[in-house]
């Protein structure tokens, strides 16, 4: 009974262990996630908002004017109304040409590329008053890369930390058991005495009962 107890309380100690760790690191890791997400869209307004030449532009509400665009890569690509390339921007790209560049930002016009996102890009795309189309790009592969990375650096860190707790209480289960389980064998032994105890008379007593039921009757 005492080790049913204490197995029951060892499982239940390390399923709330577990959800309190689960929700607490699947927390931080989404709360990242969602930094460089909204990090890249900063950035993309911002990109939006200085146009290819660098001035910003001038229908483009905001203020984004913290961000620092020289430390992003990105490239930014001006379509006319047809479609076609007006000007392109990709000083600050380094693993794509310009005619990548134009042929990204063309598929994005056409519908081809959707969601704002494009493997470790996003993008952005904007409809002037004049009716010239900006479509920003920026590559936040290395924000992605770090959150990966602490993703499997958090569960590492999180599985050690849930081992030593399981071992934590599974010693303390011992000791917190310990007490009670001498208890129990205390009074397991004391019943086992009294019955042996009271055997002995009640025996007597059975024998005399039959003897005179056996001269008198019942």
Do not use: W
Not at 33 to 46: Q, R
Not at 175 to 181: A, D, G, L, Q, R
Not at 194 to 212: M, Q
């Amino acid at each position: 009974m005492i080790k049913k107890l204490r197995r029951n309380f060892i499982i239940l100690s390390a399923l709330a262990v577990f959800s309190v760790l689960a929700i607490t690191v699947g927390a931080i890791d989404i709360s990242n996630y969602i930094i460089v997400e909204n990090n890249a869209k900063a950035v993309l307004d911002k990109i939006i908002e200085v146009g290819p030449r660098g001035e910003p532009v001038p229908d483009e509400p905001g203020n984004t004017n913290e961000i620092n665009l020289r430390q992003e890569h990105y490239f930014i690509v001006a379509l006319n109304r047809d479609g076609t390339v007006k000007e392109t921007d990709n000083r600050q790209m380094f693993v794509l040409t310009v005619d990548e560049c134009n042929d990204l930002a063309i598929k994005v016009y056409n519908g081809e590329i959707t969601g704002g996102k494009y493997g470790d890009f996003r993008y952005l795309e904007h409809l002037r008053k004049d009716g010239v189309s900006y479509i920003a790009f920026v590559d936040i592969k290395d924000s992605l890369d770090n959150t990966r990375n602490f993703v499997f650096l958090s569960f590492f860190i999180s599985l050690g930390a849930y081992l030593v707790l399981i071992g934590l209480i599974i010693i303390a289960s011992r000791i917190m058991f310990k007490s009670t389980e001498e208890i129990y064998k205390n009074q397991r032994r004391f019943i086992t005495n009294a019955s042996h105890e009271l055997k002995t008379p009640i025996t007597v007593i059975s024998a005399d009962l039959d003897l005179i039921e056996m001269d008198s009757g019942k």
